[in-house]
């Protein structure tokens, strides 16, 4: 109803704010822009290209900045993975779920994963295409893709894909990654309508090895090569290290499929303005009629063609009919609608609204043994938001409520105040947050994956409360975090969730900070300090640090050179442990962390536009294991150890057709 609504004002003659380039960067990388869109001969000179993230009205540039490798890898250096790109990741830092509603609970691979909050919808006057390239150790590799034009002053639209596959440092471990973002953007001639069409496709297939049988023999190879050690699952005579392997045969495949469709249309002021016989239509929307409509598919698999049943008992306490194979399947179908009504209190500022919103959410579950589930929810939303028209004071409010159907009473509750407190750019920032929700699916037992499920449900309470100060330009940031969680929800084992019913507090404290030594000598200085109450079932690092020691410049006019050392540490402590049958990470006691700071050596420069990033990485393995300086090999969870000396050699560039 809502949709036909909106189609025939669309017929009449059909925005939302209009987009413009009055950006702010996303995200901090130690030094003011080095924006390679600004420095390129006459004909690329005519470009503009900029992009908001979805529902964020920031305006934003491209980021062309090449000191910092982690801008193009898919993982954060605050996140690790278990010992090859692809496979299963987690997180250093604590990080309850900040969301209420459905949940399905598989999130081992959601760090490679293209998320909707991220998706970039771009502006830009001539057609942008960039191309990555990335060679990895043991023929890991990445390639990238991004294209975005505007056809038409009204229509813009972009792709963007992904691909990665890494044999593995070990047996059995062989990872593929493939991503791929639509969007599509529509604004009228007359700036009452706009369409927005966005498709995610998110692919994780990675094979599970179990972690080594006997992990203390890497300190007694005969060839140097991890290669040679027996692994818990898998067959080890069928591997082969081949770079373009794409196959599973015993590991987890995760797929995460969505389509959303959001338009619009106003009732507002209308105007122009004409110069040198060319009108220029403008719009002053007042109220909006909006629509949105998601549909997402997710489907978790866990696959062993040729399973072992010693190794299955013996390791992993599992026990199962040897006549089988072993296959384990989850689909899930999420369909929602919502409308709502978006009051613009001034004419000319677009960033203060008002919105009321209702919707209504279908799920449906479909198991391999053939059981199905399904159930609804129905939910209203109200969010506030006011940048005043100076862009010094920015306020959002927003509260979300469900209010009947599985997730009754589940709400979350948002508060963000930010303010430009002086002309050098510095912003402070401070956000409270509290947040309702019913445990993920497959902790309630909607699964077909071996979880014991809880008797009662008992609904997990997250309060945050988060401040900061920063100047992006000067290179510099400070925040502060503390959560009060009640009713946290966890693993106790591979197959056995918990909840902890007394309530505990976490703090983290973040740094970052550029140091400017000499004319070309810079020292990058990022710490992040988490505490948390000692009956919290959390084990996290006290202290994460990157330290980055970088001779930077300019040279031969167009040369752009950043190279240096960089060292990545936390201190030891509890690494979750992992299962690779249900794809959770849980509590453990038995094993702590003796790792080395990670050193990598680095040479990343910038040619107008070409960006070529080479380094060497893991340094520290070259030492042998001792007492003082602990495992030649770092180790992500127990039996899991990361990659010996591992050598890396990527190139990004753009092209302005």
Known sequence: MCVVFVWVLFIQEV????????????????????????????????????FKKYNDNQFYKLDSSYNDFFVHFPLPYTSYH?????????????????YAGFDAGFHAFDGYSYTLEQTPLYQTTRPYTEFG????????????????????????FSFEYRFSNSPGNVKNQNANLNNMRVTGHFQSKRKRYESFLIMLFNKAASSENGGLVNARLL????LNNPYELETRLGVSGTAFRNPFNTNIATGNVYKDNQYIWKQSYDF????????DTVTTHLFYPRLRLQNEMSLRNYDFLFNDATPSVANYANYFGVTYDPTTKVKLNDSWTIFTDEFSLISFPEKKNSNQFLQLSGGYTQ????????KTWTNYDLYGKVVYKNKTRNQLWDLLASGKLYLNGYHA???????LLSRVVNKAGTIALISFQNINRTPSANLLGITQFPISSFTNIKKENTTSFIASLSNADRGWKTAFTYQLINNYHYFKNGFTPAVATNVFSYIKADIEHKIKLTAHWNWYDE?????????????????????RLAFEGNFYKNLNLSTGLEFIYHTNYKADAYMPFTGQFYLQDAFTTQNRPTTNAYLHFLIKRFKGYVRLENLNTLLPTSKALGNTYNFTAQNYPGTGTWFRVGIWWNFIN
């Open 527 to 547: 710490i992040i300090v988490q505490a948390l109450e000692a009956n919290a079932p959390v084990h996290v690092p006290a202290i994460i640090t990157r330290q």
């Open 409 to 415: 009473g589940d709400f979350e509750a948002k508060t």
């Open 82 to 98: 278990l010992g090859n790109l692809g496979t299963a990741s987690n997180s250093y830092l604590f990080s309850p779920k900040q």
């Open 363 to 370: 799920m449906n579950a479909q198991f391999l043994v053939g």
């Open 15 to 50: 925005t939302a704010q209009n987009f413009g380039p009055g950006a702010m960067r996303g995200g901090f990388n130690g030094t003011k822009s080095n924006d390679s869109l600004t420095k390129r001969d006459q004909f690329a000179d005519s470009i503009t290209i900029y």
């Open 219 to 222: 300190d007694s190879l005969s």
């Open 268 to 275: 507002g002021q209308k105007d122009s303005i004409v110069k």
């Open 133 to 156: 390239y990335l060679l990895g150790g043991k023929g890991e590799q990445l390639i990238e893709v991004k294209h975005t034009q505007n056809k038409t002053k009204q229509f813009n």
